[in-house]
């Protein structure tokens, strides 16, 4: 995340816009190049926060972008509205509403599906524009005759006209759109929407909805684009159908990819890169029509090699450069816990979970009635009965075909059960999802890492803690993350209990296998759940790793309640104060970990009746 | 020289450890065991062996060459073959097309004649679908599938797995048939008694290392090595 | 008041054109059924196929040898396109692999644009297939009447090739499971290449034949390639009797409503596409295996 200096970044834009109508003409850019790459920067702001922020690929950004521009174009001209500014805002806000309808159709899909979606809108939109609607928006013709802006002073009218005038006009909307820009993604909403962007299932199991955010990022996409194509038809006096095209989603994406996706300043970088190229291209080398054919294959190159863009590149090497002195430690064990040490429970300090239901702290948290699941003809479970008692941490084992894993499935709410009640602090959870349970206080940490790959650790549990903080959802784009109450302590103390706090800023992918096991653990206590189910946290760990792995969830079990799935019958017994036994889809028997051990119907269930 | 030679075998998932420095051998002829708990790697550890995941580090050499790392089709070739616990039989096709397909590229195939008569329900059912098939008989495919290509070892993981009693048995002779016949064999099942019955040695797995070697027969006198890794 | 004549016509055209779409689409939904990869690159596949095909017959007057040639240039294309550069992206999320395809397909198209220009060129029908047939009630162009058989004879060669063949089963095998194909000794990155190439094919044959039916310009792909993508989504992803099935049902959408007028045609076809995916998320004829 963008964490400098406050305003650092909109001080050097604001510079940066100033200075460049002095210093942009002697690098050979005519004024009206500049305007065009501005309005593109612009209408990529969005769409950069669409894509590289919260990982949706639209190609249907030219309908946004078409119907905002021809809403201000036919305010401005047809029907005689006098104020430029203001029809620019109907028509950004016409886009929105446009966009949030689209995208209530096209983000019920994903990936492909949503790719190919959105490819299908910006045709159909295309064709709407051209005839059925052709009286309003001049079919073929566009719009002409849209007026400059200008504004009354009382004393004296400014009218920007074109060229250098009216580059002060649009760069200043565009100035306006980084502010707002960058506002929105230091918000707790741009934090989701990148934790979408990274594993949409973890977001939406730490407690956010998903399809929200994503319509949210969609809308405001489309806000950008609406009143990107109203300056456009400003800039031309005109508003030309091809805004409506496909080729304008096109190379949308293909600026936004050769600038630098997730950067906000990709776009700009990248409509530049493109709109100099091509009057370079064309004039300097008589090349004709041919810049388009050059620029497309230096857009392949970029995706094949340069993945992050111009900006990521620049990025990278920045890094290299300034890295070469120093030595990055290698982190094949990451940082150990000291062996043998005193780190024992009392050291770690205790996150007593947020009292949530009414109950008081005895009794059963959890409970669930005839709990059956049925595959087709499979009955995977059979009739359950389960019930945990608050700060008990209980174990579930079964020899092969006993059905844990669905079994645990379904408290997690990540499977609905065929029949039966699953009942968590007097809630009656059944056949909820995933992101309800995790607000109600219930969450899971995965057998496979589920965390948000391009994050650090702070930025992981960051996510993690917003989910309890803010519920579900919620639309505060315009707050700073820093100003979230308790947002810091909790993510401080999630790393104090898993340990990770030496390593909080380093990105995920630099961490060691045992560090990553600890920030998905990390991911699962953030929100201070009151019940908290581990499944297989021991898998694919070396014997050190998993003693202090049980040495970490003994002391994280202070004044919690957990359940464990795991194959390592030594380890888990040395955790667990109860045992459930499943064995083919029923309880077979529970008791403490002595009890089990010693139980001859469990040793059959396990042996199979082989030491006859 | 045996006929497989496995030494520190390291395999994970993404970057998680499941096996570590698994080493086994295996004689020709031989009906060898991998057994543990669940999740203690013994699938892991057939599909490593087959290329399906490539191991990080160690060795597998199958009659003297090292086909560790290699892809799957290449490790066919030199003559190892998987059943794999889901069987994955080719549903839109059907039962002889199966075991077409699974004969094209090898060398020395075996005639469908005589996969027949070891399987006559695959005779009986040569025109289904593979949807259509019951789990005994998918198995039954699973198991052809890999015999057509005349393999120098086949590993099975878990073929007794969800089948009526009736149908372990039909299996289990067609198992004993084979080894009678020659086939080397490594065998990873739950059914203990099963795989007691089946292989002459055993290797015990339990959290990614292998712990225990010995001949069934030993084992069976000595349950409590049962009891340590396998049991509670 | 409906002209019979005209309508009737129409439906023609629609069996014409989704016969197309269905050929096409087949293409585009066996690579991504057997690779995991949607080729953003199809619609300008098939327009490559014409463009060859012209050139081909700028040097021979042969028809024949123009179809042959369009058809082997793009197979050879889309081969090449997998051995160089697609096959690098297959661990790389989804989103890279549309960008790569998307990238490609724009340059196969401005390649185009440089060698041949902007301006519309024409492949002329075969001699005997020109002018128009007389049905009785009605008139009709032969050629686009012949189109229709042409592309059906196309379609049973690939689904014999799909069915009857042993690459066919292969490929039928692969699009289930590929892992599965390379354990039984196939070498499943090479059943890969030629997927990608008797889908390009595909497209690029239905580029050519339909040549003499339109006027080739660069950009024809990009229509046929919304188009395909919507054939895909309402028969199912992977599915081959899927993209016929789609096929016939968007041409005679796309054709029916363009009588009545040719701008809602689009949005017909979007509608269709919408209800598909609300009532059968994975297509008419899909399977749940690929997402």
Redesign the interface.
Known sequence: MIKQRPFLVETLTAVGLLLAPFVLPYLGFAPNTVNRILVWGLFGIGFDIL?GFT?L?SFGQSALYGTGGFVAAYLLTQAGFPHVVTALFIGMVAAAVVGYLVGL?AL??????F???T???A??FF??E???LAEWTGGENGLPGVPSPSFDLGFTQITFSSGWSLYGFLAFWYFIGIVVGLRIIRSPVGAVFRAIRDNPLRAAAVGHNIHSYKITAFVIAAAYAGFAGGLLGVMQAFMPPDAFM??TS?EL??MT?IGGTGTLFGPLVGASIWLFLQDFLQAALGLG??W??VL??V??LL??FL?RGIIGGIHDLYLWLTRRGETEPDAPEGVPLPLGADVTASDMPAMPPQPRATDGHDGPILQAVGLTKRYGGLVANSDIDFTVNHGEVRGI?G???AGKSTFFKMLTCEVPPTSGRIVFEGNDITGRNVTDVCQLGLTKSYQ??QLFTRLTVRENLIIAVLGELRGKFRLDIFRKIDNVQGLTEQVERTLAMVNLTARADTPVTALA?GE?RRLEIGLALASSPSLLLLD?PL?????QE?VETVRLLKSISRGRTMIVI????DSL?ELVERVTVLQEGRVLVEGTPEE??GNPA??EA??????E | MSLLEVHGLNSYYADSHILFDVGMHVERNEVVALIGRNGAGKSTTLKSLMGVVRPRSGQVVLDGVNVAGKASHAVAHAGMQLVHEDRRIFGSLNVEENLVLAGLTADNKWPLDRIYEMFPRLRERKGSRGTDLSGGEQQMLAIARALIRDPKIVLLDEPFEGLAPVIVRDLMKACRDLAAEGQTIVLVEQNLAATLALAQRVYIINNGHIVHEGTAADIKAQPEVLHRYLGV | MINWANFVSQMFNGLVLGALLALISSGLTIIYGTLGVLNLAHGAMFMLGGYAGYVAYSYTDSFIVAVIAGSLFVMVAGVVMERVIIRHFYGRPDEDQLLVTFGIGIVMVELVRFFFGSLSLTVPAPQILSGITSLGFMFYPTYRLALVGIIAVALLALFLVLYRTRIGMIVRAGIEDSVMVDSLGINVYRVFMVVFGIGAMAAGFAGIVNAPVVSLTPDMGEAILVQTFVVVVIGGVGSFPGAILGGLIAGEIISITSMINPGYAYVMLFAAMTLVLVLRPHGLLGSQSRA
Do not use: W
């Not at chain 1, 019920?108 to 599906?113: D, K, L």
């Open positions: 894509f990982g690929l159709i019920r899909s994903t990936g492909i599906y790719a190919m979606i490819v299908a809108i045709e159909v064709f709407v051209f005839n059925p496909f080729h096109a994406i293909m990819a029509a041919a388009k054919l497309g294959v857009f392949v995706v094949c993945r084992i020899p092969n075909g496979v890492n296998y990553k297989e898998a694919g760990m070396s014997p998993r795991d194959h390592d019958m017994f089990i051990k469990v040793q396990y042996l199979g009746g082989v030491l």
